[in-house]
């Protein structure tokens, strides 16, 4: 993984690291426990296309990412990110167990992107929303990877009852998610920087 560019990434959406995890993984939940939650939890889906796919072995999927970056070029040169880049890179520990515990979810979330010919570097977005806790909550009740709150979920078509809420559904939230910075990208006229700062703000 690009260093350079999870910092990036980081530095535009920063406001968004308040959020509660509940419950969350301690710093020594390893990737292979953080697994098992998701094969636990994959019977909750209409679709276990997910799960089938995310353990190719063969794929180098942070390779994938690099190689479909289109938003490196707009951090050079600017003292506001360059700062919160020296905060996250003081933190590499930090950055190293949020990549691990984002294992069973990149290969689903660059799919996406690429289908939709996105840049792949919206696939670190859920590093700095929730640390890819599917569990993770906020204090404004934002949930799930994406940190969606429970109006613009529902304007996404995310249901959420008290047996189903699908904010936390991985793949109906990316899919979410997706159709979010879609719009907010068409609302800012293309701009993908402003399509960060507005899914934060």
């Not at 360059?82 to 996250?88: A, E, G, V």
Request: aromatic share 12%.
């Amino acid at each position: 993984i690009s260093l350079s560019l999870v910092l990036f990434i980081a530095s535009l959406t920063s406001g968004c690291l308040s959020y509660e995890q509940q419950p969350h993984p301690t710093p020594t939940t390893t990737v292979q426990n953080y697994k098992h939650v998701v094969v636990a939890q994959q019977s909750r889906y209409k679709s276990s296309a997910m799960y089938e796919v995310i353990h190719e072995e063969d794929a180098d999927i942070w390779q994938r990412v690099r190689e479909g970056f289109q938003l490196q070029s707009l951090s050079d040169n600017n003292p506001r990110v360059d700062h919160q880049r020296l905060w996250f890179a003081s933190r590499s520990k930090s950055i190293e167990i949020i990549s691990e515990r984002s294992s069973p979810y990149m290969y689903y979330i660059v799919e996406s992107l690429a289908a939709r010919n996105m840049p792949l570097e919206l696939a670190l977005l859920p590093m700095i929303e929730s640390g890819y806790n599917p569990l993770a909550y906020s204090t404004s009740h934002a949930s799930g990877l994406w940190q969606f709150i429970p109006s613009t979920g529902r304007h996404f078509k995310l249901t959420q009852s008290h047996w189903y809420d699908g904010r936390r559904d991985i793949m109906a939230s990316t899919q979410a998610a997706l159709d979010y910075l879609e719009y907010l990208h068409r609302m800012f006229d293309n701009d993908w920087l402003l399509a960060l700062a507005a899914y934060n703000s």
